[in-house]
């Protein structure tokens, strides 16, 4: 029943985090990067249905699987417009969506190899979520912001990224009484800050949570 619960709960607030988003598109014509960030960040609260209704268990790496496939049917044919961008936006359309799906598939199967690591798939998630979320948020602000990157990145984007996912991962760690030090905190979110830099068309959704999650199971085993 426990099961059961995980999979209409995990799918069912990922279709109604989609449901909401097009309706803000429709309703209040909300600007398309508002509502691409409210499903990258609304997403990642799956973790928390999985977490508690699938443990240790295969059934993690099943709903991930699954939009794996979906985002890539999205990106090709446009399915859930309210979460891609478009090819002809200034920002070309990228893989970015179907890279998000992947991280979880990845940081899931790694948990059925160690369960420490479920928390830490649960950092990566919502370091991801919302640290690159709210990146372009600072990011745009154009007064004294100097590009990094190629014009691809910015010093108030990746100092959003840094703030953002260092409260993330102290709100983890006092939640889940995971044992990191506050150095340990601090190398984590400077290193989400570096990856969400280098990861440039859609790969940071590869390279953040993946890379962060990694390097939090290294501090909590060793």
């Known amino acids: 029943m426990k099961i059961l619960l995980g999979y209409l709960l995990t799918f069912g607030w990922v279709f109604f985090v989609l449901g909401v988003s097009a309706l803000i598109s429709k309703v209040f014509h909300a600007n398309g990067e508002f509502t691409r960030k409210f499903v990258h960040i609304s997403v990642a609260f799956a973790w928390v249905f999985m977490y508690y209704c699938f443990g240790h268990s295969w059934h993690l790496l099943i709903p991930p699987i699954a939009f794996i496939f ?46 420490r690591y479920l928390l830490c798939y649960g950092m990566g998630m919502f370091c991801m979520a919302f640290g690159d979320g709210l990146a372009p ?41 995971m044992p990191l030090k506050w150095f340990e905190i601090l190398i984590l979110a400077l290193a989400a800050a570096l990856l969400e830099l280098i990861g440039i068309d859609g790969h940071d959704n590869l390279t953040l949570p993946i890379g962060t999650s990694a390097l939090a199971y290294l501090f909590v085993v060793l």
């Open 137 to 177: 948020c600072f990011g745009s602000i154009k007064k004294g912001n100097h590009p990094l990157m190629h014009g691809k990145r910015s010093v108030y984007g990746s100092c959003s990224v840094l703030v953002v996912t260092a409260i993330v991962i102290l709100t983890m760690t006092l939640l889940y009484s």
């Open 70 to 115: 979906m985002n890539y049917a999205s990106y090709k044919l446009n399915i859930f417009a309210s979460m891609e961008r478009s090819a002809d936006s200034k920002d070309k359309a990228s893989l970015g969506t179907v890279y998000y799906a992947v991280s979880m598939t990845v940081m899931a199967a790694l948990s059925l190899l160690d369960a």
